[in-house]
């Protein structure tokens, strides 16, 4: 009996230090850089064969496979559910999974809120984390802001 209340413990406490929600939180994470990367890359390519310029957030929203149509992508990449109601933002959303802004048609970010504590952890308070591609920096990475506008086009990587 005592054997077996010590594997219990023992269990438990590896199961509470795995944390296995925050793993998939990760995972999932992982998939929206993953994503974000990918479509950063593709409105790179497409401006380059249309004067520098990005479509605007309108156009996007009308036409979210255009990047397919204009050939830089053979297909959007898939959609990285959120849990627990979070979302991926609030404005200029493309396929209820990235978030876009541009500026002038000379610069944009592709972006998308995390999930996993891990990112969140490395923004104060009042702030949250998010995984930008920047295509003046032609990267992605972790930005930790305010607001979504606050983001802006050529942010400084936090994580």
């Known amino acids: 009996m005592v054997v077996i209340a010590v594997l219990g413990v023992l269990a438990a406490v590896v199961i509470v230090s795995i944390n296995p929600l925050q793993q998939l939180a990760k995972t999932r994470d992982a998939g929206r850089l993953d994503s974000v990367t990918q479509m950063g890359d593709a409105l790179l390519t497409y401006a380059e064969s249309h004067s520098n310029t990005f479509p605007t ?10 990047l397919v149509a204009a050939g830089e992508l053979t297909a959007i990449p898939s959609a990285v559910a959120y849990s627990g109601g979070t979302s991926a933002c609030t404005t200029n959303v493309i396929n209820s999974t ?27 308070t009042g702030t949250s984390a998010y995984y930008v591609y920047s295509t003046s920096l032609g990267r992605a990475g972790g930005v930790c802001a305010a607001t979504e506008a606050a983001i802006g086009l050529s942010p400084t990587f936090t994580f």
């Open 57 to 66: 957030v309108a156009q996007w929203t009308a036409s979210p496979n255009q």
């Open 98 to 124: 990235w978030c876009y802004q541009v500026t002038a048609g000379t610069g944009a970010i592709v972006y998308a809120k995390t999930e996993a504590l891990s990112n969140s952890s490395n923004c104060g």
